[in-house]
Structure formats: structure tokens, C-alpha cells
């Protein structure tokens, strides 16, 4: 039965790209037509074709971990970019399917409340595993966000160091100004505003094992005399700072820590201060995390729309100076994560097993696919208390950048 409910949904799902199935019978059946995208998979048997129409993002995810959806080659990406282009241009899921999807998109405010101790609880599930695994795939730096390619020929390390020069220029930084860096990973935007900009930046994070690499990396680059990195809740910060800069953490708040996020920023910052607040975003309505991701990546988390912040930011009373989004940017960021992970794939499995190595492969590919098919990019939202606290125009950031050489910014309230 649930074998010819999922052929008659892939049959109106498939268009663009060609998909070839091999049922739990052995049988074969090919959708779509050949186009930039084609995969073969194979079900093993009844019961994941029952769970694929009931609940298909869960399924997918979890058939692959377990083995019980082979993908030809491993090739999940063609795989997954595909399906997800097809659901964007023909909306054909079926109504069970979509009803779920309302139902957890308005559930969202109960589902990530993120308190401090289940905040700190999520922030553990995902970067307390082991920071040898990032250094598999991450740039020297270990940058865990989105990277900024100048140039498309640009290598990860040049495109993240090209990120971080891009965000201090926002900022305005002159030496000796306190910064606060809300999640600040495992360094190294503190440590980068530290020495080339002068700046005295404090660092917060909840994660046990960034928190003890950045202090690390701190004392082993001479810089724990301009760094101070803590184990603490944003929440809980009381000093103000001449810049804020927070990159990939927004993600993390949950939908109704939203005022408090940014009440927060409004309180720590000072009045003549920037806080720069790097996220991933969608240019289209809200939309719920996808249940796999939540479960087995990042508990708690969500991906905001423009509706969902813009009234915690105007109630905060801040000024949104600037807003760029970067288009273009996390998918070719993850697709390097991703050829460097499969490069160290052996390692991994020796580190783990094969069902983590599935799990993270379908999770990094998933993530590229929705960056390059979805309407999901990044924002870039530059914050202000005050109208002139940032030039009225953007040609500040494309002159030279004035690193820590003891020359201030101009003011420019022009």
C-alpha cells in the first residue's frame, strides 16, 4: 500500500532531474526527466516507505543514517538539491504532510523557549562532541560560519578571513574600543579584532570545549592580555562595550528569545556604539526547522525571516543602520566543508561510526541543497542607537581596511 502512495507522490514531485527508484521488491521506477540533477536509491523495505509519506523530512534523514535508503555513490547532494527544487517549484507534498509542517511552525514558540539550561544543554549536543572533528573540515581558523567569496576563486581560508575583515569594516573599529563577541565559537573573530584591529574583546559562549580552545588559542597567540573568553549566558552580561558582533549565533536564540536577544544588544551597547549581527535568514515567510535537523543536529535552533526580527529590533529601540544579505556565499562555504569532510571521511569513521558518518554527509549536503534551492541566505543587520553612528553610505567598506596601526576612523557623520 504505502509503496504506491509514495509512487504517486513522487510521480507529481519529480519533474526537473531524474530519480530512479528500486522498491523493497526489487522492481524499478524512474521520475522526472534528465536535467542537471539525476539519483538512484534504493528502499529496503516497506515500513521506510510508509514513514517517507507520513513524515518525509524525518524519514529521509533517518532511512539514510540507519541504511535503509541506499543513495548510488553516496550521492546525496544531487539527491537531496533535487527533491528540495522540485518541492519549490511544485508545492506537490501531500496534505497530511503540509498540515504537519503548520502545525510545527506554530508550535515553534513552545518548542524553543532555549532557557539558559536547555540553551546550554542544545549548544552541547553539537559543539561538545569534539573539536577534532571540526579541524577535518573547517579553515584553519576554524570559522563555523558562513565564509565571504570576494572572488569566486577565493580558497575557504582566504573567503573566511575575507568574512572577518569584512565585518571589522562594519564595525569601525579603533584601537582600544571593547568589543563583546556573543557566541563566540572557538576564537577566532576575537582573536582576529584583538590583533589586527586593537581591539579588547570579551567573548561569550555555553560550549565547554570552545571556551577551553579559545583560551588556548589566546595565551598560545600572545593575545590573553586583549581577550577574555567566559563560559556564560548572553543573558547574563552586564557590562556595555563599544561594538557588539555576533556571527552565526542568532541561529541558536529560538523565535521567542528574539526581544531578549536584542534587548540585550540595545543594553550592552553603547550610545554612540555598532553591533554588527551576522545570521542565516529566509527572504520568504517564517518557516519551521526541519524536525531531522532539530533532532540530530541543532536542537533548538531556527533559521528566522526578516518578519520574524524586524519587531524585536524596532521595539528594542535600535537603528537598522545597514542590511545586506549575502546570496551566493554559505553554498560554496559548505560545499568545501563538504569536499573536505568526504576527504577525511575514513577518520571520522575510525572517530566515530558509520552512522555518524551518514548522519553528518546527509546533514552537510542537506544544508548546501537548501542554501542554493531555497530562498535562504545571510544577514547581515549593522545596529545602531544612534542615526550617525555609521556613514550614510557603504564606500567606507571597499577602501583599504585600517588595521591596528594606531590611526582611528575618521568620524564620518556625513
Not at 92 to 110: I, Q, Y
Not at 228 to 243: H, K, N, S
Not at 284 to 292: A, F, I, L, Q
Amino acid at each position: 500500500m504505502w509503496t504506491k502512495v509514495l509512487d504517486r507522490v513522487l510521480s507529481r514531485l519529480v519533474v526537473d532531474g531524474e530519480l530512479k527508484v528500486t522498491w523493497p521488491d526489487g522492481s524499478v521506477t524512474r521520475y522526472g526527466r534528465p536535467d542537471q540533477f539525476s539519483a538512484e536509491v534504493t528502499l529496503k523495505d516497506e515500513k521506510t516507505a510508509r514513514a517517507l509519506c507520513l513524515t518525509p523530512v524525518m524519514a529521509l534523514g533517518e532511512g539514510y543514517m540507519d541504511g535503509a535508503i541506499e543513495v548510488e555513490g553516496d550521492n546525496v547532494y544531487d539527491f537531496l538539491a533535487m527533491l528540495i527544487r522540485n518541492r519549490e517549484n511544485s508545492g506537490a507534498m501531500p496534505s497530511w504532510a503540509v498540515g504537519m509542517h503548520r502545525f510545527r511552525n506554530a508550535a515553534k514558540g513552545v518548542v524553543q523557549r532555549n532557557t539558559p539550561l536547555s540553551a546550554r544543554r542544545n549548544v552541547a549536543h553539537h559543539y561538545d562532541i569534539s573539536d577534532d572533528l571540526y579541524r577535518l573540515f573547517l579553515d584553519e581558523d576554524m570559522q563555523y560560519s558562513c565564509a565571504y567569496f570576494a572572488r569566486p576563486d577565493m580558497t575557504l581560508e582566504e573567503a573566511q578571513q575575507a568574512k572577518k575583515d569584512h565585518i571589522a569594516r562594519k564595525l569601525r573599529i579603533e584601537p582600544g574600543m571593547r568589543v563583546l563577541d556573543i557566541g563566540c565559537g572557538w576564537g577566532g573573530m576575537a582573536l582576529t579584532l584583538a590583533r589586527d584591529y586593537g581591539a579588547h574583546v570579551t567573548g561569550v559562549t555555553l560550549s565547554s570545549n570552545q571556551h577551553a580552545t579559545a583560551q588556548r588559542r589566546a595565551a598560545e597567540a600572545g593575545l590573553s592580555d586583549k581577550t577574555e573568553f567566559r563560559l556564560q549566558d548572553y543573558r547574563d552580561v552586564t557590562e556595555t562595550f563599544d561594538r557588539v558582533v555576533s556571527v552565526g549565533m542568532l541561529e541558536h536564540v529560538g523565535s521567542p528569545q528574539f526581544p531578549v536577544y536584542f534587548d540585550k544588544v540595545s543594553d550592552v551597547l553603547d550610545p554612540d556604539g555598532i553591533a554588527l549581527i551576522h545570521t542565516i535568514g529566509l527572504t520568504e515567510p517564517p518557516s519551521p526547522t526541519s524536525p531531522w535537523i532539530a533532532k540530530y543536529i541543532f536542537p533548538g535552533g531556527y533559521v528566522p525571516a526578516l518578519s520574524d526580527l524586524a519587531p524585536s529590533i524596532e521595539k528594542a529601540g535600535l537603528w537598522t543602520a545597514d542590511l545586506e544579505v549575502l546570496r551566493g556565499h554559505y553554498g560554496p562555504t559548505l560545499h568545501h566543508w563538504r569536499d573536505r569532510f568526504e576527504a577525511q571521511v575514513d577518520r571520522v569513521r575510525e572517530m566515530y561510526d558509520e552512522r555518524f558518518v551518514r548522519m553528518f554527509r546527509f546533514y552537510l549536503a542537506a544544508c548546501e541543497a537548501a542554501f542554493e534551492e531555497q530562498h535562504q541566505g545571510v544577514f547581515q543587520f549593522q545596529l545602531s542607537r544612534k542615526q550617525y553612528a555609521v556613514p550614510t553610505t557603504r564606500d567606507y567598506l571597499y577602501a583599504e581596511p585600517r588595521k591596528a596601526q594606531g590611526e582611528g576612523w575618521a568620524h564620518a557623520a556625513q
